[in-house]
């Protein structure tokens, strides 16, 4: 079956400090992939996503992602955490059209961002 | 340039009744997504709308249906609830079917079946 997991519940960075958000995925053929997050009552936004060319892509609120064809993993980086950052992060997978699913979500991984 | 409407923002339902909840895109969209998001868990896609027809449907059963009418704003529709039904509904909207689109999300309703 076609999955999507990002391991950690909880990531809990010091403001300053880079924070990394881990994803990997169980999807035949060439996957595209996304990040959202989600503010409290708020919807959920786009942050980025990878199509295809450069494993490393860029983002809004200076979030980049890095893909990984070989481990199967699209991690969420930034340099340096901001306490606004803190906020629930999911990742998720666009397969190939002969999926009857449109986008495969991870559980999410909540973000703590401690001054 | 208004984003992504949803309404109502909160309903209550009892099993067994029926719910529809409506979502406008955002302006020069044209493709509607609904998801469920169970508290704690990720978005699960239901069904995708494109030219007022189904284009995908995820895993779900045939209590829940949709509408696209030619503005481009949708409806959920969903009978004889359970209580399993509970949850955030989220609409996104796109330009357009391709996989590659990022979506734009609404507020989402929060549908409670007591």
């Known amino acids: 079956a076609q999955s999507v997991a990002q391991p950690e519940d909880q990531v809990n960075v010091a403001e300053g400090n880079p924070l990394t958000v881990k994803c990997t995925y169980s999807v035949s053929g060439n996957p595209y992939l996304f990040w959202y997050v989600q503010y409290p009552n708020r919807g959920l936004q786009f942050l980025l996503k990878y199509i295809t060319g450069d494993n490393l892509v860029k983002g809004s609120y200076g979030f980049e992602a890095e893909f990984n064809k070989s481990q199967t993993s699209f991690h969420l980086k930034k340099p340096s955490a901001l306490v606004s950052d803190s906020a629930l992060y999911f990742c998720?997978?666009?397969?190939?059209?002969?999926?009857?699913?449109?986008?495969?979500w991870g559980a999410g991984t909540k973000l703590i961002i401690k001054p | 340039d208004a984003g992504v409407t949803q309404s109502p923002t909160h309903l209550i339902k009892t099993r067994g009744q029926q719910v529809t909840l409506r979502c406008s895109p955002k302006?020069?969209?044209?493709?509607v997504s609904w998801y469920q998001q169970a508290l704690g868990q990720g978005p699960q896609f239901i069904f995708q709308?494109?030219?007022?027809?189904?284009?995908q449907r995820g895993n779900f059963p045939d209590r829940f249906s949709g509408h696209q009418f030619p503005n481009y704003s949708s409806e959920l529709n969903v009978n004889a609830l359970l209580l399993g039904d509970s949850a955030l509904y989220l609409c996104?909207?796109?330009?357009?079917?391709?996989?590659?689109?990022?979506?734009?999300f609404g507020p989402g309703t929060r549908l409670t079946v007591l």
């Open positions: 996104a909207s796109s330009p357009g079917p391709t996989r590659d689109n990022e979506q734009f």
């Open positions: 709308y494109y030219e007022e027809e189904e284009r």
């Open positions: 998720a997978v666009s397969p190939p059209l002969d999926s009857n699913y449109q986008l495969i």
């Open positions: 302006s020069g969209h044209d493709t």
